[in-house]
């Protein structure tokens, strides 16, 4: 089915350990963005893509490392985990105009 | 992109309609209004969007006042599988940078009950 897909679903880190949350999307969206939600709160922007080979950082990409090799695939590095990195991870694409975005199901990290 | 704010939360008994406002009184001409809802911690589903006319899709219906400084989300015939956190975001569709950023607030938990 087209859309967005995330792996791992879980993930359980130690300190200090890297990691990379793949994302990749079969619709040939152009934009691609990264979001963290912790308990309670809203989604925050980490990073985002508006194509392939341009990346930006968003609201809280401190630790986090991206790159947009292809229209598809968009992953997300964690270069050295941290306690304060355990959320859960959404990564979404977006067609451009007046569409919405489609998010993948997540994958939730636990760094200890 | 313009702030919003939202009730924190929200009751609705199954089978009635529910009625979500959203205050964005800083709106700009360009900024349109969208609607996604979080079903417990799943990722968030697009539900529609609107510049300045009403709006229906077979989801629910999105009304903006004429000022364009508010808007409702009606879902007509709530379910219990309608319970979720409603977000309300304001937005450009101008293109650019901009496009990769959807800014989220904390929404309103909406409750549906029997």
């Known amino acids: 089915n087209a859309g967005v897909t995330q792996t791992p679903k879980f993930q359980v880190l130690k300190t200090g350990q890297s990691m990379t949350l793949q994302c990749a999307q079969d619709m040939n969206h152009e934009y691609m963005s990264w979001y963290r939600q912790d308990p309670g709160m809203g989604l925050r922007l980490i990073h985002y893509s508006v194509g392939a080979g341009i990346t930006d950082q968003g609201e809280v990409p401190n630790g986090y490392n991206v790159s947009r090799s292809t229209t598809e695939d968009f992953p997300l590095r964690l270069l050295s985990a941290a306690p304060s990195q355990t959320s859960v991870y959404f990564c979404?694409?977006?067609?451009?105009?007046?569409?919405?975005?489609?998010f993948g199901s997540g994958t939730r990290l636990t760094v200890v | 992109d313009a702030k919003t704010t939202q009730p924190p939360s929200m009751d609705c008994a199954e089978g009635r309609a529910a009625n979500l406002p959203c205050n964005h009184s800083?709106?700009?001409?360009?900024?349109?209004v969208y609607w996604y809802r979080q079903i417990h911690s799943q990722g968030p589903q697009y539900i529609i969007h609107?510049?300045?006319n009403n709006e229906t899709n077979e989801m629910a219906s999105l009304i903006i006042t004429e000022d364009r400084k508010s808007s409702t989300l009606i879902l007509p015939h709530a379910t219990l599988r309608d319970t979720a956190v409603y977000y309300c975001i304001v937005r450009s569709n101008a293109g650019g940078t901009s496009y990769g950023k959807l800014t989220f607030g904390q929404g309103t938990i909406l409750t549906v009950h029997p």
């Open positions: 800083t709106i700009s001409g360009n900024e349109y």
């Open positions: 979404a694409s977006f067609r451009g105009g007046n569409y919405g975005y489609t």
């Open positions: 609107g510049l300045k």
